[in-house]
């Protein structure tokens, strides 16, 4: 089936460290991927996305490439900030509207 | 654009009374999603709509969940008689392609 894991949390950081949340996926077919980011008490946001292989997404300084070979879509940032605070998801989708979620990595980041 | 409205944005309630959940999509999109958020169980996708028109309930937890869309700009997601272990985050989304736009949520609490 399709599916997504994604690293377990909780994740600390320092502020101005180097992020990376794993994420694999088990797809048939070439879904598109993505990176949703909830903050505290509010809904999810769309961070970034890729659609095909070797697609690079970014966005606020994130980063994840499309990688088939590994079924991968890493979450990447160099440094990191006190307000990239959040819960992490990771999620594909096969067609159109069939979104799948990761459990969602919490990221907190200290001054 | 508003984006996607949820109301109430908290609902407390005590063990068997009814609960309905407001969702306003984004205008122009055509799909409608419900999820459900814990601690315990994650994301869990429990209807979505295309063009007014349930497409797969096989999320909703038992018979005492019902959710409607008799309108492009109104959802509800009923629950009679509600439960202590219905208490969580319900957030609805919609979508036009593969992004989906998520509310605020409405955090349920049944007592």
């Known amino acids: 089936g399709n599916s997504v894991t994604q690293m377990e949390g909780p994740v600390t950081l320092s502020e101005e460290a180097f992020l990376t949340i794993n994420c694999t996926y088990t797809?048939?077919?070439?879904?598109?991927l993505f990176w949703y980011v909830q903050y505290p008490g509010e809904g999810l946001q769309l961070l970034l996305k890729?659609?095909?292989?070797?697609d690079k997404g970014s966005n606020k300084g994130f980063e994840a490439t499309y990688r088939k070979e590994t079924t991968s879509f890493h979450l990447e940032k160099g440094s990191v900030q006190v307000s990239d605070s959040a819960v992490y998801f990771c999620?594909?989708?096969?067609?159109?509207?069939?979104?799948?979620f990761g459990a969602g990595t919490r990221l907190t980041v200290k001054p | 654009d508003a984006g996607v409205i949820q109301s109430p944005r908290h609902e407390v309630t005590e063990m068997g009374q009814e609960v309905t959940l407001r969702c306003k999509p984004i205008s122009g999109h055509d799909y409608l999603f419900w999820y459900r958020q814990t601690m315990m169980r994650g994301l869990e996708l429990l209807i979505y709509f295309n063009n007014n028109v349930p497409i797969d309930d096989s999320g909703m937890p038992e018979d005492r969940f019902s959710a409607k869309m008799p309108n492009a700009s109104f959802s509800t997601l009923k629950i009679q008689p509600s439960e202590p272990r219905d208490s969580a985050v319900y957030f609805c989304?919609?979508?036009?392609?593969?992004?989906?736009?998520f509310g605020p949520g409405t955090r349920l609490t049944v007592t």
């Open positions: 797809a048939t077919g070439y879904p598109s």
């Open positions: 999620a594909l989708s096969p067609w159109g509207n069939d979104m799948r």
């Open positions: 989304a919609s979508s036009w392609g593969d992004e989906q736009y």
């Open positions: 890729a659609t095909k292989a070797d």
